[in-house]
């Protein structure tokens, strides 16, 4: 499974920016899919998932309200939309792919099988 990450840039904060993940598994469906960034300096951080099954969504609390994570299995694309945003939100942002992921391990990285190659985004304050 390849997954393709798009939509990053700079942006003053306040603005908001929509990540796109194309992934070319014929069986999209049953991917949960989440998001990460990676802030320069600090640990990779879970920041949204979207669980295969139905569909339910977890985010990690510093983005509750403010992003929402989406998916369009016909499309075999998975979205983030970033809105209010805030400098600290600056980060490499991934996509990523688990085969029949569990809502309970949606935050865990290392359940993740597939990642993108990531997309820079930049808030200016």
């Known amino acids: 499974v390849q997954l393709q990450a798009s939509g990053g840039g700079l942006v003053q904060a306040g603005g908001s920016l929509r990540l796109s993940c194309a992934a070319s598994?014929?069986?999209?469906?049953?991917?949960?899919m989440g998001w990460f960034r990676q802030a320069p300096g600090k640990e990779r951080e879970f920041v949204a998932a979207?669980?295969?099954?139905?569909?339910?969504?977890h985010y990690r609390d510093s983005v509750k309200g403010r992003f929402t994570i989406s998916r369009d299995n016909a499309k075999n694309t998975v979205y983030l939309q970033m809105n209010s945003l805030k400098p600290e939100d600056t980060a490499v942002y991934y996509c990523?792919?688990?085969?029949?992921?569990?809502?309970?391990?949606?935050?865990?990285?290392?359940?993740?099988?597939?990642w993108g190659q990531g997309t820079l985004v930049t808030v200016s304050s």
């Open positions: 990523a792919a688990e085969y029949f992921g569990g809502s309970s391990a949606a935050h865990k990285a290392d359940d993740y099988d597939y």
């Open positions: 598994a014929r069986t999209f469906s049953s991917y949960t």
């Open positions: 979207i669980i295969w099954s139905d569909s339910s969504t």
